[in-house]
T-cell receptor, first 115, second 111 residues
Framework: AQTVTQSQPEMSVQEAETVTLSCTYDTSESNYYLFWYKQPPSRQMILVIRQEAYKQQNATENRFSVNFQKAAKSFSLKISDSQLGDTAMYFCAFGGRDTGNQFYFGTGTSLTVIP | NAGVTQTPKFRVLKTGQSMTLLCAQDMNHEYMYWYRQDPGMGLRLIHYSVGEGTTAKGEVPDGYNVSRLKKQNFLLGLESAAPSQTSVYFC??????????FGPGTRLTVT
């Protein structure tokens, strides 16, 4: 079975600073994708960034980047120049070809950006 | 282009009542999913569909049924609601079996 673990239930960061959210996963698959989703107070799930497991280069989307360590099965999210609008729950998710098209989500990290 | 929509947004049921949640997408996606979100547990997959007329069980399917008679719609049914089904329900769709697009969610309370 696939598992996704987020060990930081809550985090805070000062505005304009950098913060890193951790995620580890367990799988026996070799072909899979990893995602970070953001859920603001509006409850809408928003895709932040995705990483294909076969790509060695870490994905980057503007202020968001990941540190993908395939051997360690680690997938952390770095948010640079944090903004008040980044305050949200962040979920790490795993999706693999062999899992029957199922997604597995972590339990989430609640991030608060402090003015 | 509305994306993924869910009806209703809020609902209160009494134990034993039945209801159907409707999910609609206008992106011509093959894959559709129903999740429930509970505090401290992230999102858990209830059922999913890989195309019109097909459905499959996810991680927590008990107490729920689904149907996908039209490609754009995915219905989630509760035949006899229980307090344990109080949750926020999300529908999602995708063209490939990843990079899912989510609806706004439905908050269901069963008393």
């Amino acid at each position: 079975a696939q598992t996704v673990t987020q060990s930081q239930p809550e985090m805070s960061v000062q505005e304009a600073e950098t913060v890193t959210l951790s995620c580890t996963y367990d799988t026996s698959e070799s072909n899979y994708y990893l995602f970070w989703y953001k859920q603001p107070p509006s409850r809408q799930m928003i895709l932040v960034i995705r990483q294909e497991a076969y790509k060695q280069q870490n994905a980057t989307e503007n202020r968001f980047s990941v540190n993908f360590q395939k051997a360690a099965k680690s997938f952390s999210l770095k948010i640079s120049d944090s903004q008040l609008g980044d305050t949200a729950m962040y979920f790490c998710a795993f999706g693999g070809r062999d899992t029957g098209n199922q997604f597995y989500f972590g339990t989430g990290t609640s991030l608060t950006v402090i003015p | 282009n509305a994306g993924v929509t869910q009806t209703p947004k809020f609902r209160v049921l009494k134990t034993g009542q039945s209801m159907t949640l409707l999910c609609a997408q206008d992106m011509n996606h093959e894959y559709m999913y129903w999740y429930r979100q509970d505090p401290g547990m992230g999102l858990r997959l209830i059922h999913y569909s890989v195309g019109e007329g097909t459905t499959a069980k996810g991680e927590v399917p008990d107490g729920y049924n689904v149907s996908r008679l039209k490609k754009q719609n995915f219905l989630l049914g509760l035949e006899s609601a229980a307090p344990s089904q109080t949750s926020v329900y999300f529908c999602a769709s995708s063209y490939l079996p990843w990079e899912q697009y989510f609806g706004p969610g439905t908050r269901l309370t069963v008393t």
